[in-house]
């Protein structure tokens, strides 16, 4: 939490993200909270009158946690898709897979509260997770390392899958039997067939 004495000046701009900072990790943390707002003006160490500066509602704050959870979503994967750098795909594919269940098998967590709550869908095309994930697999189909399937229909069922088996382990399951299986089902839906001689 930042102090008081350790306030400094900020662009608006600043101010609001540091705000939704603040948000996000106070949705990570699972914690239970009464008041939102004087949560997360604490947590940012801003006086409570500053979230209305930037924020008309809680729910105007979870659309713009919302965004920015996309968007660092949607940007790890535009740069999987772009980097010329050499990829690793199992060991990625797994890690992808791993963080999306952590993220949302968290009970009370930050994915429950912009995914599962009345917060309006996004209107910025740029932030469709599906189209990213898609541009990720159709690279990995470019190279070879993943049999040439369909890279939105493979990115909509992963994605399906994935929050089938989050929302599960959240509801108190245990976590490895799903990501064993999610790992059985990529290398055998994804890996290419082997040619018949």
Same mark, same amino acid.
């Given at each position: 939490?930042?102090?008081?004495?350790?306030?400094?000046?900020?662009?608006? !701009? @600043?101010?609001?993200?540091?705000?939704?900072?603040?948000?996000?990790?106070?949705?990570?943390?699972?914690?239970?909270?009464?008041?939102?707002?004087?949560?997360?003006? $604490? !947590?940012?160490?801003? $006086?409570?009158?500053?979230?209305?500066?930037?924020?008309?509602?809680?729910?105007?704050?979870?659309?713009?946690?919302?965004?920015?959870?996309?968007?660092?979503?949607?940007?790890?994967?535009?740069?999987?898709?772009?980097?010329?750098?050499?990829?690793?795909?199992?060991?990625?594919?797994?890690? !992808?897979?791993?963080?999306?269940?952590?993220?949302?098998?968290?009970?009370?967590?930050?994915?429950?509260?912009?995914?599962?709550?009345?917060?309006?869908?996004?209107?910025?095309?740029?932030?469709?997770?599906?189209?990213?994930?898609?541009?990720?697999?159709?690279?990995?189909?470019?190279?070879?390392?993943?049999?040439?399937?369909?890279?939105?229909? @493979?990115?909509?069922?992963?994605?399906?899958?994935?929050?089938?088996?989050?929302?599960?382990?959240?509801?108190?399951?245990?976590?490895?039997?799903?990501?064993?299986?999610?790992?059985?089902?990529?290398?055998?839906?994804?890996?290419?067939?082997?040619?018949?001689?």
């Amino acid at each position: 939490m930042v102090t008081s004495r350790s306030r400094r000046r900020l662009s608006p !701009e @600043a101010r609001r993200g540091e705000l939704i900072d603040a948000a996000i990790r106070l949705l990570e943390s699972g914690q239970q909270v009464t008041n939102w707002v004087q949560a997360v003006t $604490a !947590e940012a160490g801003s $006086a409570k009158g500053t979230f209305y500066v930037y924020f008309s509602s809680w729910e105007e704050m979870l659309v713009a946690v919302r965004d920015r959870v996309l968007r660092n979503y949607v940007d790890r994967f535009r740069q999987l898709a772009e980097t010329t750098d050499p990829i690793d795909w199992w060991a990625t594919v797994d890690a !992808e897979c791993d963080a999306a269940l952590n993220s949302i098998a968290q009970p009370g967590g930050l994915h429950q509260a912009i995914f599962h709550t009345a917060v309006s869908p996004p209107v910025d095309d740029s932030l469709d997770i599906i189209t990213a994930i898609a541009r990720v697999l159709d690279r990995g189909v470019a190279e070879g390392v993943f049999r040439p399937v369909s890279p939105e229909i @493979a990115a909509t069922f992963l994605f399906a899958i994935l929050h089938s088996a989050g929302d599960a382990i959240s509801s108190g399951d245990q976590p490895q039997p799903w990501r064993e299986a999610i790992r059985d089902l990529t290398r055998h839906w994804l890996a290419p067939r082997p040619t018949r001689g």
